[in-house]
């Protein structure tokens, strides 16, 4: 990223998130973050990132997944190929600089009309079997996303030229060094697909028992091999990911449908209150009720 490419991002970055945190924009897969702080330690919080390319234009961040730091910095982008319960941490932002970056979410239909047409050229062998990874931009991959957010101030062309765009970021992932990693979400049939739609549907029945074998048959694999993958793709246990989630969405609801814990933990899925509140302590640092009292004091 050169100094005329960086300074024209930033300045249609200012133009379209003026306030932290997360805007969407008038392109619906596109949105701008922008931070004037780093993150406080007790600001931390856990979030279940959907797939998406994280493009950073000034500042640095860290996601972290069960221990594992990934950072990155302007001019590098986060993937995250598959819903993960991830903890985000602005680590360099101030009011005169602030950290700022493009986020762009990864539709899998479009990746795969895309993966048919190209195949898979990245270069690297040792593929991270994560389901995420930290890359750096290619002038390719910056002029494309300069393209697109300048196509919020032409709303006439935007419709239908950012489809264009997005594939043409979706072509300059598939032929970067990770490629194979970000074509394997894609494929049809793939190790990495299969985890996908078992992740997917951990996501959307959260709050029902779990049965590892008929995930493992969701995801045409033995118990064993299913577990294995899947801890390589997320870091954690079927059983473990489920009660990430089950608590993120817990926390959500009682900081902003106002339900207490007990209700919170009913309806994500706990029958024992008092499980959930070791469980919730042991994750977010304190009970339910005391945890929230913070957030909202701060």
Do not use: W
Not at 106 to 133: C, Y
């Amino acid at each position: 990223m050169d100094a005329a490419q960086k300074a024209r991002l930033l300045a249609l970055l200012d133009e379209y998130s003026s306030a932290d945190g997360l805007g969407d924009t008038p392109i619906p897969f596109l949105h701008c973050y922008r931070a004037t702080v780093p993150t406080a330690p007790k600001r931390v919080t856990r979030t279940v990132y959907q797939p998406s390319l994280c493009f950073v234009v000034q500042g640095r961040k860290q996601a972290m997944l069960e221990g594992e730091v990934y950072r990155y910095a302007a001019g590098q982008y986060l993937v995250v190929s598959v819903d993960l319960p991830l903890i985000g941490q602005v680590i360099e932002a101030s009011p005169k600089k602030p950290y700022c970056c493009l986020q762009v979410d990864l539709d899998p239909q479009v990746l795969s009309e895309t993966v048919a047409k190209i195949g898979t050229r990245g270069t690297a062998e040792d593929t991270p079997s994560r389901g995420l990874f930290v890359g750096d931009a290619d002038a390719g991959l910056t002029d494309a996303m300069l393209r697109l957010i300048e196509l919020l101030n032409v709303p006439q062309d935007a419709g239908f030229l950012s489809s264009l765009i997005v594939r043409e970021i979706y072509y300059r992932l598939l032929t970067g060094p990770y490629g194979r990693a970000v074509a394997q979400v894609a494929l049809k049939g793939s190790t990495m697909q299969r985890i996908a739609a078992v992740i997917q549907r951990l996501r959307t029945d959260f709050a029902k028992p779990l049965r590892v074998e008929t995930l493992a048959e969701l995801a045409h694999m033995s118990p064993s091999s299913f577990h294995q993958h899947f801890k390589a793709a997320t870091a954690m246990s079927p059983l473990q990911y489920q009660k990430r989630i089950r608590l993120v969405e817990a926390r959500r609801l009682m900081l902003s449908d106002s339900v207490n814990a007990a209700q919170a933990a009913y309806r994500v899925g706990y029958e024992s209150i008092s499980q959930f509140s070791r469980e919730y302590a042991r994750l977010f640092g304190a009970p339910p009720r005391l945890d929230v009292e913070r957030m909202r004091g701060d």
